[in-house]
T-cell receptor, first 116, second 112 residues
Framework: GAGVSQSPRYKVAKRGQDVALRCDPI?????LFWYQQALGQGPEFLTY????????KSGLPSDRFFAERPEGSVSTLKIQRTQQEDSAVYLC??????????????FGSGTRLTVV | QKEVEQNSGPLSVPEGAIASLNCTYS??????FFWYRQYSGKSPELIMS????GDKEDGRFTAQLNKASQYVSLLIRDSQPSDSATYLC????????????FGQGTELSVKP
């Protein structure tokens, strides 16, 4: 596709439920990023992949959060035992380049997660 | 102190005026600087990037960077109601693979 695609667009989860959020990056893009955006705040970095390698996961808030990109394209962000504080929009972005300099990137439409 | 700080606003300007959005950052090694626009309920959209001191113009938008003062700004000339959105400042550091650190955003309202 032409852009970064995320699914589902909306997800309502009961507290304690596991969820999986999917990101399809732009074809050929090396780098893939996940961010979390709480209401009224800027996006917060969660994790970064270069191809299939997860090079930075310093932003994952707890060990309930897990991300993978096994074949270097599609990525899944999994949240186990969801809590109300996990309610946020989860944004994915991809970039052709990776490494030394950031040239900015385009975000997908995001997944809005509501934990009830 | 937050790494990237913006006034949350809202900033209200009349149609046709210049809107000035400001951002400061704390880490001197920050290398690349970005402005994103985010409409309500939508994802952030990259509108400007700047890498060296001075001004960079793109249509009605001008980004200004002053690394000595650790300050970056965005000017929007001839503001239009369609410019009403939240503007996010983001910075990156070298050798971090493109990780961006965002400010909380400034809400801009352009009144007809």
């Amino acid at each position: 596709g032409a852009g970064v695609s995320q699914s589902p667009r909306y997800k309502v989860a009961k507290r304690g439920q596991d969820v999986a959020l999917r990101c399809d990056p732009i074809s050929g893009h090396v780098s893939l990023f996940w961010y979390q955006q709480a209401l009224g705040q800027g996006p917060e970095f969660l994790t970064y992949f270069q191809n299939e390698a997860q090079l930075d996961k310093s932003g994952l808030p707890s060990d309930r959060f897990f991300a993978e990109r096994p074949e270097g394209s599609v990525s899944t962000l999994k949240i186990q035992r969801t809590q109300q504080e996990d309610s946020a929009v989860y944004l994915c972005a991809s970039s052709f380049s990776g490494g030394l300099t950031s040239y900015g990137y385009t975000f997908g439409s995001g997944t809005r997660l509501t934990v009830v | 102190q937050k790494e990237v700080e913006q006034n949350s606003g809202p900033l209200s300007v009349p149609e046709g005026a210049i809107a000035s959005l400001n951002c400061t950052y704390s880490d001197r090694v920050s290398q690349s600087f970005f402005w994103y626009r985010q409409y309500s309920g939508k994802s952030p959209e990259l509108i400007m990037s700047i890498y060296s001191n001075g001004d960079k113009e793109d249509g009605r938008f001008t980004a200004q960077l002053n690394k000595a003062s650790q300050y970056v700004s965005l000017l929007i000339r001839d503001s239009q109601p369609s410019d009403s959105a939240t503007y996010l400042c983001a910075v990156s550091r070298p050798n971090q693979g493109g990780k961006l650190i965002f400010g909380q955003g400034t809400e801009l309202s352009v009144k007809p």
